[in-house]
């Protein structure tokens, strides 16, 4: 059984940065991908990034390049993301999910989810 754990999250205020983490437990082939999602409140799940375990191939939401980072330790079977120059819009609580398989923003598409990290900026 696959499990994700989210830490990391906060209160920060507008223009810090914080970083993510999903360690994931029970998944032990390299080859699938992990995604990260945020959803505000009254708001959709919305796609953040993605990459893939086994090659580190990355793929972002329009809106989130060159704020965010995506990355992977495969030795610590540990995602993170890295959030620069936080704004109050970014507000939300933030999950990890993987999936087997290659790259995608479709949330339905992953099939193990963390239980989420709320991370709060204040202006």
């Known amino acids: 059984q696959v499990q994700l754990v989210e830490s990391g999250g906060g209160l920060v205020q507008a223009g810090a940065s914080l970083r993510l983490s999903c360690a994931v437990s029970?998944?032990?082939?390299?080859?699938?991908?992990m995604g990260w999602f945020r959803q505000a409140p009254g708001k959709e799940r919305e796609f953040v990034a993605a990459?893939?375990?086994?090659?580190?191939?990355?793929y972002y939401a329009d809106s989130m390049k060159g704020r965010f980072t995506i990355s992977r330790d495969g030795a610590k079977n540990t995602g993170y993301l890295q959030m620069n120059s936080l704004k109050p819009e970014d507000t939300a609580i933030y999950y990890c999910?993987?999936?087997?398989?290659?790259?995608?923003?479709?949330?339905?598409?992953?099939?193990?989810w963390g239980q989420g990290t709320q991370v709060t900026v204040s202006s």
């Open positions: 029970g998944r032990t082939y390299s080859t699938y991908s």
């Open positions: 999910a993987t999936r087997w398989g290659g790259l995608t923003a479709t949330a339905h598409s992953y099939d193990s």
């Open positions: 990459i893939t375990w086994r090659t580190g191939s990355t």
